[in-house]
């Protein structure tokens, strides 16, 4: 049974409880990233794990920027890999159960957190190890809930994940900020340890959901695909073979199978011109790369240690205001980009974020905030408002565009290649940032700001709307030489007027008209096939 209707059309209850479930992925990386940096603050950690000048006495105790950055960093570097590793994963074992594996993976790295004593390393190899975890998950959520969910709440459903990255972050912090003074090891073995109840939450929610309708029309079990787009939209048992939405999203899947069956799928694939594959590669690589390069992760991974330099005495708390702040604005960014699309609101975050980015810069390197109360708590606002532009905008735009960019062929790899290249500058900016704000301070956010002005002309130049239409008409959309980004908006599969008569057609469910399946047979010429198979 439907749980509502949008744009007339029934979602069912599945729809939005796979998008919760799956999104724990999410929240597991959230949570290793917030907890990090009030943990690298925590007295026992430094005396056990830092370089103190006098033994046994913590405030004596620091970490070099070496040692701060593999602990840090190396998360990154196991992310890099796991997100490399989740695409032939997630190809063999299906979406769902390859998150399951992914989840074990990630206990495992917590396992060995929490058995370090003494060697710093032995910490920083366990975060190595659950990062393959969560780079692994990284690839296969944002993939798994685009593929499933109904083209009419995709967006804002597979926006969930960045909702749930953020949660993650908020728990962490909330959860440090009641165990730092617990004595002994326990202020932080409890923040990590705790870590191990989301993978388990996640691994035993997802085997009651769908697998992806996708995966199983790729190995040719319609009927299986029938029954999870019909779960997805809550249409009832004695109605599955005869729904005329079912049908017709089953047959442009259908559609879709045949036609990709004249062409390979493998990684080499992935960086061939035609179809705009190699296009889409790149354009997924370069947007989670400035994803990264917004600066968010600055104030996520640093923040701590950021706000203790602008003179607050209690910077456990200025971490809490800024991952509420990024939680809460989240929310609306689950509207926005379900409401204007992907293109508008990625241009506008970018130039917001890029104002207040050098306004932080600005008064941090006009005068020192230690000494200056106002110029801290102007960089101290200046920093929400960045928060609230990022996570209403780049934060979930960047994770939907993943899922819903590439060909079903090469979906998985070409999701792991910009997935795995968000990780390494999650990796550089996490090793080299000590180093960078120990010479160039706090303009640090003019380099920021910078990327985020270039990630907005990158949008604008290169990125196609994909917004209410199926997966198989953004593919199509990017194979139509007549459309351009900038005017792709309007782009609807022949036999639609515009965008807007393709949601109109849709919401009469007793439509038959296919939306995509016959005119990708057109587009697929002869020539094409022929030249694919050689």
């Known amino acids: 049974m439907a749980l509502f209707y949008m744009q007339g059309v029934p979602i069912g209850a599945v729809a939005i409880m796979l998008a919760i479930i799956a999104s724990m992925g999410g929240f597991i990386f959230g949570y290793d990233t917030?907890?990090?940096?009030?943990?690298?603050?925590?007295?026992?950690f430094k005396l056990r794990f830092g370089e103190c000048d006098t033994p046994g006495v913590a405030d004596t105790c620091s970490f070099s920027d070496v040692r701060s950055g593999l602990i840090v960093g190396l998360l990154s570097i196991g992310t890099l890999v796991g997100a490399l590793c989740g695409a032939p994963t997630a190809d063999f074992l299906g979406r769902r159960y390859a998150m399951i594996v992914e989840s074990g993976v990630f206990i495992v790295g917590v396992i060995v957190q929490l058995t370090s004593f003494s060697v710093w390393a032995q910490f920083a190899v366990g975060r190595l190890i659950s990062g393959l975890g969560v780079g692994a998950l990284s690839a296969a959520v944002p993939m798994y809930q685009a593929e499933t969910a109904p083209a009419q709440i995709r967006g804002a459903l597979t926006a969930t994940y960045q909702l749930f990255i953020t949660f993650g972050i908020l728990v962490a912090y909330c959860i440090s900020i009641g165990t730092r003074e617990i004595s002994g090891a326990g202020s932080w073995r409890t923040v990590v340890g705790i870590g191990i109840a989301w993978p388990v939450i996640l691994s035993v929610g997802i085997l009651f959901m769908p697998e992806s309708p996708r995966w199983l029309g790729k190995r040719g079990r319609y009927e299986d695909?029938?029954?999870?787009?019909?779960?997805?939209?809550?249409?009832?048992?004695?109605?599955?073979?005869?729904?005329p939405l079912v049908t017709?999203?089953?047959?442009?899947?259908?559609?879709?199978?045949?036609?990709?069956?004249?062409?390979?799928?493998?990684?080499i694939d992935c960086f061939r011109p035609k179809n705009r594959i190699l296009y889409r590669t790149l354009l997924g690589m370069a947007l989670q790369s400035f994803q990264q390069l917004t600066g968010?992760?600055?104030?996520?991974?640093y923040g701590a240690t950021i706000f203790t330099s602008v003179g607050l005495a209690d910077s456990?708390?200025?971490?809490?205001?800024?991952?509420t702040v990024n939680f809460v604005c989240t929310f609306g960014g689950l509207y926005v980009m379900e409401r204007y699309g992907r293109r508008v609101p990625l241009i506008c975050g970018g130039i917001w974020q890029a104002v207040w980015l050098f306004v932080f810069g600005a008064a941090g390197t006009a005068k020192d905030p230690t000494e200056n109360k106002g110029i801290g708590q102007l960089m101290i606002f200046s920093a929400c408002m960045f928060i609230l532009g990022y996570a209403m905008t780049w934060a979930p735009g960047i994770w939907i565009l993943i899922g819903e960019t590439f060909p079903t062929r090469t979906r998985a790899k070409q999701g792991a290649l910009a997935t795995a290249s968000n990780w390494l500058w999650n990796f550089l900016l996490a090793f080299f940032t000590p180093f960078i704000v120990s010479a160039i301070d706090f303009r640090y956010g003019f380099v920021f700001a910078s990327c985020n002005l270039l990630g907005a002309v990158v949008v604008y130049l290169f990125l196609y709307e994909s917004s209410d239409l199926?997966?198989?008409?953004?593919?199509?959309?990017?194979?139509?030489?007549?459309?351009k980004p900038w005017t792709s908006r309007k782009w609807a599969p022949p036999g639609y007027k515009d965008r807007n008569d393709l949601i109109e057609q849709t919401r009469a469910a007793e439509s038959g008209k296919p939306l995509a399946q016959e005119s990708r047979m057109e587009h697929a010429s002869t020539s094409e096939k022929t030249e694919a198979e050689a």
Do not use: H
């Not at 968010?296 to 991974?301: I, L, Q, R, S």
């Open 248 to 267: 017709r999203e089953l047959e442009e899947i259908k559609s879709n199978v045949e036609y990709e069956k004249a062409f390979k799928g493998g990684w």
């Open 470 to 483: 199926s997966l198989e008409g953004v593919d199509q959309m990017y194979n139509d030489p007549s459309c």
């Open 316 to 323: 456990y708390v200025t971490q809490i205001i800024l991952g």
């Open 34 to 44: 917030g907890q990090i940096s009030d943990i690298l603050l925590m007295s026992d």
């Open 296 to 301: 968010a992760n600055y104030f996520f991974y």
């Open 225 to 243: 695909a029938r029954v999870a787009l019909a779960r997805t939209r809550g249409i009832p048992r004695d109605r599955i073979m005869t729904d």
